[in-house]
């Protein structure tokens, strides 16, 4: 037996658990981390396609554009 980093006791089984499932929640960790900034990138250049004339008109700036696409961060 082991100790967790909150101190509880975990079995040699839910060790061995953790250990074989760390690659797999790193990979995925990843895969998520890739696919959010794809959608970012594909976002601001949608953002940056679009007129001056048109950002005029919705009341925006460019500086503004890239605070739209990292708002919904999280």
């Given amino acids: 037996m082991s100790l967790r980093p909150d101190n509880t006791l975990i079995s040699t089984r839910e060790m061995l658990q953790e ?3 760390a690659p797999f929640r790193a990979v995925g960790s990843v895969l998520k ?8 990138t594909q976002t601001l250049r949608e953002l940056a ?3 001056d004339e048109e950002l005029q ?3 925006l700036t460019r500086a503004e554009i890239v605070t739209m696409a ?3 961060d999280g």
């Fill in 19 to 21: 250990l074989l499932a």
């Fill in 57 to 59: 008109a919705r009341g």
């Fill in 33 to 40: 981390v890739f696919a959010t900034s794809t959608a970012r």
């Fill in 70 to 72: 990292f708002r919904n």
């Fill in 49 to 51: 396609a679009i007129s």
